[in-house]
Structure formats: C-alpha cells, structure tokens
C-alpha cells in the first residue's frame, strides 16, 4: 500500500508561483513512473507533467516551459515548480504514481487570480 500527500498549493496573483510537492510512504518510489494530474471545475482531470525513474520528463502543451517536475528519491518526494501562473491553472492538483502501480493522492488546491 502507498500513500500520497500533498501540499503546496494556495491562493496565487497570476504571474506568480507556487512548488507543490507529494510524498510518497513505501519502498517503490525510486523505481516508479510519478505524475501530477489537474482538475478544474467542470472539467475532465488532465495530464499535468510526468518523470520516469531514469528522470525522464513529459508536459502538458498547456504547461511547457513554466511548470517543472522534479523528484528527490531520498526524500520519497515529487515536486511541481509552477511558474508563470495563469487564470485557467486553476484547479486541484493531484499527485499519481502511474507505474508500475497505481495510486492517487486525495490533492491540493491551486487558486490563481486574475
């Protein structure tokens, strides 16, 4: 069994940043593929950005070159560098770990005003 947290997330200007960060319990982090997803209201829940365990990552279009994945396997941590804030970045964050199980994190808001 794996447990995800996360925090970070708040109330933020647009053009501002936040870093969410999740941490994972359990022995499998280092080995397992970690995304971060998105839902905002009335919407499906999207693909945010993802990192394999060889620190491969993938983004959204919507997200490229102002959001960052990163991860700290010591830590059992995955982390989401959000630069550059906009409106429509508004939603709850939520952590995954897509592989080779999957588990979901119960999410954090993101609130970006305009």
Same mark, same amino acid.
């Given at each position: 069994?794996? =447990? ?6 708040? !109330? *933020?200007? @647009?053009?501002? &940043?936040? +870093?969410?960060?999740?941490? /994972? ?13 998105? =839902? ?6 999207? !693909? *945010?950005? @993802?990192?394999? &365990?060889? +620190?491969?990552?993938?983004? /959204? ?54």
């Amino acid at each position: 069994q794996v =447990q995800l947290v996360e925090s970070g997330g708040g !109330l *933020v200007q @647009a053009g501002g &940043s936040l +870093r969410l960060s999740c941490v /994972a319990s359990g022995s499998i982090f280092s080995q397992s593929t970690m995304a971060w997803y998105r =839902q905002a209201p009335g919407k499906q829940r999207e !693909l *945010v950005a @993802a990192i394999t &365990s060889g +620190r491969t990552a993938n983004y /959204a279009d919507s997200v490229k070159g102002r959001f960052a994945i990163s991860r700290d396997n010591a830590k059992s941590t995955v982390y989401l560098q959000m630069n550059s804030l906009k409106s429509e970045d508004t939603g709850v964050y939520y952590c995954r770990l897509v592989e080779p199980y999957n588990y979901w994190g119960q999410g954090t808001q993101v609130t970006v005003s305009s």
